[in-house]
């Protein structure tokens, strides 16, 4: 297969609505199982934007739709910074040791500012909801650009990950 140009924004955007679908429509599918479909961006879109401490618990339209926007342009950032993160890899094996803390730190830091922004979402948010939602964006986000770049394939076959470089 010819390799293929990579842009950083558009491939970036790409991986960022991928992950940003992946975590919308698992917390979909928790809302509906909870019986309250859109409860999540309503319930973030009233904290994280509004600055509501004790938010509505019913559907507030405002707040899902600004939500939304927030949630895939925060995944689009994310994913441009993953997808340079992937380019800069390919030619250095040492930048691979930073994507696991990275996920990690990300992680830490978002479940950490749920809970520093509302009692209320602690009951919606459970860190294994969050975690199940992050390792799934990762994990679509991760398949995605692997198949995308078999440079980074061939390089990780050349140069295992912690083996110096032979070239």
Known sequence: MAERSHSIGTEGLDV????????????????????????TPSLLGQV??????????SFVFGAFLLYTA????????????????VHWSVNNSIVRYAMLPL??????????LLELLSERTNELFPFWAVLGANTLAAVCMGVYLWRRHPALRRSIQETPLGAAPLH
């Open 16 to 39: 960022g609505i991928i992950g940003g679908l992946a975590v919308a429509v698992w917390f979909l599918i928790l809302d509906i199982i909870r019986g309250h479909p859109l409860q």
């Open 48 to 57: 994280v934007l509004f600055g509501d401490s004790t938010p509505e618990t």
């Open 70 to 85: 927030f949630h895939f342009l925060i995944f689009a950032l994310v994913g441009m910074g993953l997808v340079a993160l």
């Open 103 to 112: 996920f990690l730190a990300f992680e830490v830091i978002f479940y950490g």
